[in-house]
Structure formats: structure tokens, C-alpha cells
């Protein structure tokens, strides 16, 4: 029993050539040969190799942008991988749910609260030594550094620029103001 009788289309197809007829009478043929041409086949290579380039480029791009970003490295690591296991449409997932602000803008703005606490009297420090002061010290407690003068009056403790007491209105310096009456009774 041979080949040709199990199956008979294997014999009908057996000399005609098929693609001859098409090659004369499809008008689509200029187009199919350049798609055949190897301009086009360098071109389609150009264009994956670019497509290969900007996916390279945009896996690193993820990556220098997380690290400036996102401080924990498993987080950095997991935006890597979600731009390299999605092409082009992790890098747009993670710009939707990347933090806004760059690390050091973060830290820059800590420093300047810091800073503007500071100036505002929170977290004070001694001059000298650095130790932590409250701003009702005279003395810093631990370098025994002056700090403040009493008021003469009141004792309360002065700012070296002050030139009246905020606290009874005495002046820093000079003569002592007459005391109202009934002040005496209130005031050692
Ligand atoms: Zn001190
Ligand atoms: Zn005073």
C-alpha cells in the first residue's frame, strides 16, 4: 500500500507549482517584493534594534530614577523588575506610582523645618558646648556657659539683645523705674 493512495491530495499537488501563477497576475507584487527586498528586512532590524535600545534605556532610566526616589532597595529593585518583566508599560506603571518628590528634595526640606524650628527657640543649643538648652536657662547646665541675664526685677531670663524686660517692663539697664503702687506686693 503506498503513500500516494492513503492520501490522495499528496498526489494532486504533486507537480503544479503554485506560487508560479500568483507571480504574474497579483498586482500587489511590487509591494510583496519589497517586503521581500533586503532594504526592508534591514529596515524591520533597524527598527528592533531601536525598540531593543529604548527598552535598555528606559529598564536604567526606572532604575536611576527609583534610587533617587525610594530609599528601601527591595522597592527600587521591585520598580527594576516590573520595567523589565513588562516592556514600555512598567516604566508607565511605575511613573503613575512613583513618590513625587526626589529623596533630597525630602531631606532638604527636613533641614530647613529644622532650621526654622530652630530660629523659632524649639531645640536650642548651647553656644559653647552643643548640649540641648531650654529657653528659660541662664546658665548652660552642663558647661556652666552664661547664657541669659535675669531681669533685675522679675528674674526672668533675658535675650542679650533686649534692652526692657518683656515680662514687667524694667529696663536692662539704668535706673529702676519708681514701682507702681501694690506692684511691691506682688513682686519680691
Ligand atoms: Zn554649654
Ligand atoms: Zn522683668
Known amino acids: 500500500m503506498s503513500l500516494r ?35 526592508f528586512k534591514a529596515t524591520v532590524r533597524l527598527f528592533l534594534f531601536l525598540l531593543a535600545a529604548l ?11 527609583a534610587k533617587r526616589r525610594i530609599a528601601d532597595p527591595i522597592l527600587v529593585a521591585v520598580a527594576v523588575a516590573t520595567a523589565i518583566v513588562f516592556p514600555f508599560v512598567g516604566v508607565i506603571i511605575y511613573m503613575i506610582l ?15 523645618i529644622r532650621a526654622m524650628e530652630r530660629r523659632l527657640g524649639h531645640d536650642q543649643r548651647c553656644p559653647y558646648c552643643r548640649s540641648e538648652i531650654e529657653p528659660s536657662y541662664l546658665v548652660c ?48
Open 5 to 39: 493512495f492513503i492520501v490522495p491530495f499528496l498526489a494532486d499537488s504533486g507537480g503544479v507549482d503554485t506560487t508560479a501563477e500568483t507571480d504574474d497576475d497579483n498586482p500587489f507584487q511590487p509591494i510583496l517584493d519589497f517586503f521581500d527586498s533586503g532594504a
Open 55 to 65: 527598552y535598555l534605556a528606559l529598564v536604567f532610566w526606572t532604575f536611576k530614577d
Open 98 to 112: 512613583r513618590p513625587p518628590e526626589y529623596l533630597d528634595d525630602v531631606r532638604e526640606r527636613e533641614l530647613e
Open 141 to 188: 547646665p552642663v558647661c556652666t556657659t552664661r547664657l541669659k541675664d535675669p531681669c533685675r526685677r522679675c528674674k526672668s531670663p533675658l535675650e542679650p539683645a533686649w534692652k526692657i524686660c518683656p515680662y514687667c517692663t524694667t529696663p536692662v539697664r539704668g535706673p529702676l523705674p519708681a514701682e507702681l503702687p501694690g506692684e511691691r506686693s506682688t513682686i519680691q
